[in-house]
């Protein structure tokens, strides 16, 4: 079955530079969420879009917007990049209906993007 | 506001041996209840989950999980570890009601498997 894709899956920046991430979910998912893990910490919830409109905001900085397009996929745009923005992004994403294999609701989450900034 | 609560940071077990991985919830209903599990450097798998009725719940590479609506409590458990499922695993809720939830985690329980 087809995952969700992120893309880069690695990426550098220096600080106050800006930095896009993309996601791909799941054919037919509707929804998609972002998520910011950092160093030896739980994933903290960004942002969610259902049907390409935000649906629920978590601890985004506001440096941070994020939009989902009419193809579903989704964009982190992250600008005045910090230091303590190195972490790992996921974005998962999710059906209300449960499409081929995937379970109704259930979020499944891409392999994540490792933004490290010096 | 939901939390998850998961008492264990670290735990060792030899392969072979059992294992229960505990979680806590505070939510005012029934939530959602997932457990993921993470290799180092990886992205986040789903074990199994738990969204009604029967409330032991069968899962991926031979985990089980009971939800226990008395405790709070999502506990994961498997009955022989392998040294494959060493791995950091994640407790999670979200709030029923559609396809729109975030998902709440705990701090994550690091899992050591001894040869």
């Known amino acids: 079955a087809a995952g969700v894709i992120q893309s880069p899956r690695h990426l550098i920046k220096e600080k106050r530079e800006t930095a896009t991430l993309k996601c791909y979910p799941i054919p037919r998912h509707d929804t998609v969420y972002w998520y910011q893990q950092g160093p030896g910490q739980d994933p903290q919830f960004l942002i969610s879009f259902y049907e390409k409109m935000q649906s629920d905001k978590g601890s985004i900085p506001d440096r941070f917007s994020a939009q989902q397009f009419s193809d579903y996929h989704s964009e982190l745009n992250m600008s005045s990049l910090e230091l303590g923005d190195s972490a790992l992004y996921f974005c998962a994403s999710s059906s209300e209906a449960g499409v081929d294999l995937t379970g109704t609701d259930t979020q499944y989450f891409g392999p994540g993007t490792r933004l490290t900034v010096l | 506001a939901q939390s998850v609560t998961q008492p264990d940071i670290h735990i060792t077990v030899s392969e072979g041996a059992s294992l229960e991985l505990r979680c806590n919830y505070s939510y005012g209903a029934t939530p959602y209840l997932f457990w993921y599990v993470q290799s180092p450097g990886q992205g986040l798998q789903l074990l199994l989950k738990y969204f009604s009725g029967d409330t032991l719940v069968q899962g991926i590479k031979g985990f089980e999980a009971e939800f226990k609506r008395s405790q709070s409590s999502f506990n994961l458990r498997k009955p022989s570890v392998h040294w494959s499922d060493a791995a950091e695993y994640f407790c999670?809720?979200?709030?029923?009601?559609?396809?729109?939830?975030?998902?709440?985690f705990g701090k994550g329980t690091l899992l050591t498997v001894n040869p």
């Open positions: 999670a809720v979200g709030a029923p009601g559609g396809s729109n939830y975030k998902l709440t």
